[in-house]
């Protein structure tokens, strides 16, 4: 086993650690991720594995070792490197084994009409703000929050971030094509490259509707569609929002002209299940999702809001 701290290059081996690789679970441009067996361990682990570029550690594997003390964060449990037939170095992240992430489960309960309760809601969305504040503490925008990046034991109900693949410390100018298009923050739409942790906060507010509704909200076939779809929610944007959204990037002003011509839009409180937690739920939801990322509440300033005050 290498040390993951040092120059990997000349480490890279064909030697595979005692692991038997049972399932491809998962896969994007990052690479692979399987389902498989520790023998040494005697433990299910998921190995990530995905092509060495440089001689250093992955960006990654650094962020993911400033979140090994975060209980919503998925753990690192190892690192290593092994040769492809072509002569590249592959980098192998060894997690922690959590059955199902919480796009499958969501769907899984959405089809049999066994909707989550707001309890339930409360419970999911409270973890993925402490991975966020915990995250953010750290100066680090996990930059692709989505249901498929979020994992769940259904059994115990907990709920850890994953897949830090595009997490980045926040550092002055960042680039704008990130996190998937339908949780990516208006600001992000609109090119803007000196983004912060609002993103994250937006993306967490798109999967609140979604754990009610079983479908993402804003469905856009493009970037402008993006906005369109954002703006029948949400409403138009006001001049001062449109203002604050092309600062520091490129105006789009046939796609900012549109949204703000939008009449009818859908009610989120149409989208949220009736219950004692309604009200909150919407308030909060409308909150994070604000148009100007400045006015979006702090992932602590969410866990304080009284959405969450029986949790």
């Avoid at 038997?20 to 067996?37: D, L, N, T, W």
């Avoid at 009818?264 to 004692?276: A, F, Y």
Wanted: charge should be positive; proline fraction near 5%.
């Amino acid at each position: 086993m290498t040390s993951p701290t040092s120059p990997i290059t000349k480490h890279c081996s064909n030697i595979m650690p005692n692991f038997r690789f049972e399932k491809h679970i998962g896969s994007g441009s990052f690479g692979s991720v399987y389902k498989a067996f520790d023998r040494n361990k005697n433990i299910y682990v998921a190995v990530k594995r995905s092509a060495k570029i440089g001689s250093l550690v992955s960006r990654e594997y650094k962020i993911l070792k400033e979140t090994e003390k975060c209980e919503n964060c998925v753990q690192l449990l190892d690192i290593f490197y092994t040769v492809n037939d072509q002569g590249g170095c592959i980098q192998h992240l060894v997690f922690e084994y959590v059955p199902e992430n919480l796009s499958r489960f969501i769907r899984e309960r959405c089809k049999s009409h066994n909707y989550l309760t707001y309890d339930e809601v409360s419970n999911i969305m409270r973890q993925i703000l402490l991975g966020l504040e915990f995250l953010h503490s750290k100066k680090i925008m996990h930059r692709d929050l989505k249901p498929e990046n979020i994992l769940i034991d259904p059994i115990t109900m907990k709920v850890k971030l994953c897949d830090f693949g595009s997490a980045k410390k926040q550092n002055g100018k960042s680039a704008p094509y990130i996190v998937s298009r339908y949780y990516r923050a208006p600001e992000l739409i609109f090119c803007n490259t000196e983004y912060g942790p609002e993103i994250d906060i937006w993306a967490a507010g798109c999967i609140f509707i979604e754990l009610f509704t079983g479908v993402p909200t804003f469905i856009g076939k493009s970037e402008g569609d993006q906005f369109i779809q954002q703006a029948k929610v949400l409403g138009p944007p006001s001049l001062s929002d449109i203002t604050r959204l092309v600062e520091n990037t490129v105006i789009k002003v046939k796609i900012a002209a549109k949204a703000t011509q939008i009449g009818v839009r859908r009610d989120i409180s149409q989208m949220l299940p009736k219950g004692n937690k309604s009200a909150e739920a919407l308030e909060l939801i409308e909150k994070m999702l604000s148009w100007d990322y400045k006015k979006r509440p702090s992932a602590r300033d969410c866990l304080e809001h009284p959405f969450f005050s029986n949790n």
